[in-house]
């Protein structure tokens, strides 16, 4: 228990420390919410779906947070790179822990991204429909988290070096956050693009999120949640039988 | 302390380990040494529960390393080849982080943190960043860091390599220090043969996955009718020069220095 600890502090100490990089990950989400919220939103409201920027704001959200988790996993290629991993490896400690620790000090890191991209979207003009259910709104953010940190660490833990990182970016990454219904709404969709995004588990994360927050949504969040839910489990299990299997 | 009898280690149909003995014994210093390729690093992870072996076997103080895994990584301290610090903490806490994976209660922790960082001169620098500091000090925080835990044995893979002479110098003497008075039991390799006469008490030579000579330095010598180690050692691997194809880990390690700059 104590290395899980260590080993998720040490990931909350290295967040805290990279003041940069912590301001260019807010760059992207303030970018898609002000170029796309208020640069679609006319056509949005002509098309009597009410405010784009109310819509996409737990959009943006969810891709915030999507991309710290998974990279947050994929860090695990840096500490691969930087010799770290070996220190733990070779430690007496049962790698499940040490799994866990990265996996939850990841999820962490991304619940704390998502709630400044949460103040930034209120800032930017967004507005909640009712106080009551952002409890809910950040257990769904939570379950986003741990969905794709637990698959970061699948993907690193796969990975050899850092050329695989940009296949992983262009054919996993952008796909799960374009292909989730973050940026539109899921109905009347053609029939191919609405069976992959029911495919994607970003978009049960996004659906909740939006439910939560807008009221708005395409499934029941008892639907969401359980879907998350199983494949929070499913990535782990695999992110635990992948990291398993590193060699050093 | 060491017992290997007979260890094998193949990948695929190169045999990189190929039926090593021997035995080091409580508080020697032994040093490992054999030109690139030889198989010291996969004996060493064999050693270390890194890698399985393919027959053979190690007992690491009495415990086989595949059956009791966790309490053979309790008895040993390790410094790899490669740097394997958290250069985003502080020299401080990444003693603390290992202290605390290896089970060491909280106020002996701190004690021996103390005790080590001032013996390896990092005591004044435990708040810094790892990432800012030199290689000669990011190596001597690494031994610190081995031997925290209070091992029975320390495994140095190559730890003098690209150190400049006074850093060298002064981590053996460190070395030595800790084997005396701690009594721990030091297994080495390194490619500086005056450095393994000067603090070695018994030396093996691997060559192409076998042992082809052991002894203490001057038995070695001996041995080959020459004056010096570095003639030994050359009489006994060959003057060829071997290439190693680069695999994925010195691939990683270029990268790991292109970064660092």
């Given at each position: 228990m104590r290395a899980i600890y260590i080993l998720w502090l040490r990931e909350l100490k290295r967040y805290s420390r990279s003041r940069a990089q912590i301001i260019a990950s807010l760059g992207q989400p303030l970018l898609y919410l002000l170029a796309l919220g208020f640069g679609l939103g006319p056509v949005f409201q002509q098309a009597g779906r009410g405010s784009y920027l109310q819509f996409v704001a737990p959009g943006v959200i969810g891709m915030s947070v999507l991309f710290s988790s998974i990279f947050s996993g994929i860090g695990l290629l840096w500490d691969r790179q930087f010799g770290f991993l070996k220190e733990t490896l070779v430690a007496p400690v049962p790698r499940l822990h040490i799994m866990i620790g990265k996996t939850l000090g990841g999820a962490t890191v991304s619940v704390i991204q998502g709630t400044m991209v949460l103040v930034i979207c209120l800032l930017a003009g967004f507005r909640p429909s009712s106080v009551s259910t952002i409890p809910l709104a950040f257990a769904f953010m939570v379950l986003i988290c741990i969905v794709f940190a637990a698959l970061g660490t699948a993907i690193g833990s796969s990975l050899q070096n850092m050329q695989g990182f940009q296949l992983i970016m262009n054919f996993l990454v952008m796909p799960i956050y374009f292909l989730s219904g973050a940026l539109f709404p899921l109905t009347n969709l053609p029939t191919a693009l609405a069976v992959i995004t029911r495919l994607d588990p970003l978009t049960y994360g996004i659906d909740g999120l939006r439910g939560a927050l807008i009221g708005v949504s395409a499934f029941s969040a008892a639907t969401d949640f359980a879907v998350l839910v199983s494949v929070a489990v499913a990535f782990t299990v695999l992110g635990a039988y992948r990291f398993s299997k590193i060699q050093v | 302390m060491i017992a290997v009898q007979n260890l094998v280690k193949t990948f695929g149909t190169v045999h990189a380990v190929n039926g090593v003995s021997f035995d080091v014994h409580a508080g020697e210093i032994f040093a490992f040494l054999g030109p690139n390729g030889a198989g010291k690093t996969t004996t060493i992870q064999m050693l270390t529960t890194l890698l399985t072996p393919t027959s053979g076997s190690v007992r690491i103080d009495g415990l086989d390393p595949r059956t009791h895994p966790y309490d053979v990584r309790r008895r040993f301290g390790i410094v790899f080849q490669d740097p394997s610090l958290d250069g985003e903490l502080t020299a401080y806490e990444n003693m603390d982080l290992h202290g605390v994976l290896y089970h060491v209660p909280r106020r002996t922790r701190v004690e021996r943190i103390e005790r080590l960082m001032t013996l390896f001169e990092l005591w004044d620098r435990r708040?810094?960043?790892?990432?800012?500091?030199?290689g000669g000090m990011k190596r001597r925080l690494e031994i610190a860091r081995g031997l925290l835990h209070t091992p029975k044995i320390l495994f140095l893979d190559e730890p003098t390599l690209g150190l400049d002479p006074q850093s060298r110098n002064q981590l053996w003497t460190h070395v030595k220090y800790l084997n005396e008075t701690e009594g721990v039991t030091v297994f080495l390799t390194t490619h500086y043969m005056d450095e393994a006469e000067r603090v070695a008490h018994r030396i093996a030579i691997i060559d192409h996955g076998t042992i082809v000579a052991r002894g203490t330095a001057d038995e070695l010598k001996q041995q080959t009718q020459t004056t010096s180690l570095e003639g030994a050692f050359l009489a006994l691997t060959g003057a060829t020069i071997r290439d190693e194809s680069a695999d994925a880990a010195d691939q990683m390690r270029q990268v790991a220095k292109m970064w660092r700059r």
């Open positions: - | 708040a810094g960043l790892v990432k800012t500091f030199s």
